[in-house]
């Protein structure tokens, strides 16, 4: 103990002697460190809130009235080597078999809420121009548990939907491209040229300018008659208390019940696998910021050793070992790294703080627009490890070398 001891206060007075260097080497350690923390809070917080908008835009699950797999056709079950490609199955107008039963089941079982409707495709009809829309007919009180669609009406409630059989409810883009106002009359034609009469009770803006351009609701039975289709449902969807289970509970109903069932996880798989690689970008650049300051703390090492090769030498010949030598110059190293790593874990607070609190004027929206930043353990420890790391590794190099001189040689070369 009484060595480390000296070994630590000789480490102390060897850094204290060259202040300015020391605090050079310190305060570019901090740097290094805070603005690494604060990148990584800025990175892991957008990419947080991008997969809150992603969880908030689709179904966590949504059911449609497809197969994943082509229905095994009864030669199969007849000859073993039936084989049978490029089958078409039939439009099924029909939608998901037995629907209500299907609901009943999920909602037993899952843990969450769940909406049916029909989707289906339309032409709005005005001043002479046709223009086209996807339609989903819902029942209004089981999409709002569903869908975030209740926060984005402008205008109108959803559930206005209920107030009369031939609503309507579009989306703000769309009802601008046909010069149309709340209450006014609205032409739709369906798919099998029918044309129906519909109000316009209520206006949505999703933030999507895709959607609001082109898509509406119904009450799901006034969607039925409109597609020509009763009692049909083509789209289940599912909105889960843990969204991270969804992976497991589409797999669930496909086995259950046969009907394509997709997660949000596998909608935006490539768009996940994109966080992996900005992930691998952002802890390499963390790394080389670090690394960078680390040079810093190596320049003011071999300056120590090199100005103090004669007291190596005395302390050699007092019966320090090799190894004694490269942990005094190694725990110089550890200090800085340790001074640095700590103000750089303050100044990555403050800046992580300060980042969050500002806000910018949103065009679209009277809500500011904020900067979301994620504080987080992992940070702070890949930071001041990667920092510690390289401080260590900066004063080893020349520690090692200043362990392998000769203290006969080095007084020699003295006198």
């Not at 229905?71 to 107008?93: G, H, M, Y």
């Not at 497991?248 to 696998?273: D, P, R, T």
Request: aromatic share 6%; no cysteine.
């Amino acid at each position: 103990m009484g060595g480390w001891l000296l070994l630590l206060d000789l480490a102390v007075t060897h850094v204290a002697a060259r202040g300015r260097q020391t605090l050079v080497a310190i305060v570019g350690v901090s740097l290094g460190v805070g603005f690494s923390i604060a990148m990584a809070a800025l990175l892991q917080g957008s990419q947080e809130d991008f997969v809150d908008q992603l969880i908030n835009a689709i179904p966590n699950v949504q059911i449609s009235d497809e197969r994943r797999d082509a229905q095994r056709q009864p030669a199969q079950d007849v000859f073993a080597d039936a084989q049978i490609e490029s089958l078409t199955p039939r439009d099924d107008p029909r939608g998901i078999r037995n629907p209500v039963a299907m609901t009943s089941a999920v909602r037993a079982v899952v843990d969450g809420n769940v909406s049916e409707a029909l989707l289906v495709q339309g032409v709005i009809r005005y001043a002479g121009r046709d223009t086209g829309v996807s339609l989903s007919g819902v029942i209004p009180e089981n999409e709002l548990t569903v869908s975030q669609i209740g926060d984005h009406m402008r205008q109108g409630l959803l559930t206005d939907l209920n107030s009369r059989a031939d609503a309507v409810v579009l989306g703000d883009d769309l009802v601008r491209s046909i010069n149309a106002e709340l209450g006014d009359p609205i032409t739709l034609v369906s798919p099998s040229g029918d044309v129906h009469r519909y109000r316009l009770v209520g206006i949505f803006n999703s933030g999507n300018n895709a959607a609001d351009n082109s898509t509406g609701y119904l009450l799901l039975s006034t969607a039925q008659v409109f597609a020509g289709r009763p009692n049909a449902v083509n789209d289940i969807r599912i909105a889960l208390n843990d969204p991270n289970s969804a992976p497991s509970v589409a797999s669930w109903i496909e086995a259950q019940f046969g009907y394509k069932a997709v997660s949000w996880q596998e909608a935006n798989q490539a768009i996940l696998e994109s966080f992996i690689v900005r992930d691998v970008i952002m802890y390499t650049v963390v790394a080389a910021i670090l690394l960078v300051a680390g040079f810093g703390i190596y320049n003011i090492i071999s300056t120590i050793t090199h100005e103090k090769t004669r007291d190596i030498a005395i302390m050699k010949s007092l019966g320090f070992y090799e190894k004694d030598m490269r942990r005094l110059f190694v725990m110089e190293g550890l200090a800085m790294g340790i001074g640095g790593s700590i103000l750089g874990a303050i100044l990555g607070a403050l800046l992580t703080v300060a980042l969050g609190q500002l806000e910018f004027a949103n065009p679209e929206s009277e809500d500011p627009i904020t900067i979301r930043m994620t504080f987080s353990a992992v940070h702070y420890s890949i930071a001041i490890g990667i920092a510690l790391g390289s401080a260590v590794f900066a004063a080893y190099m020349p520690a090692r070398k200043a362990s392998s001189l000769n203290p006969v040689d080095i007084i020699r070369g003295a006198t």
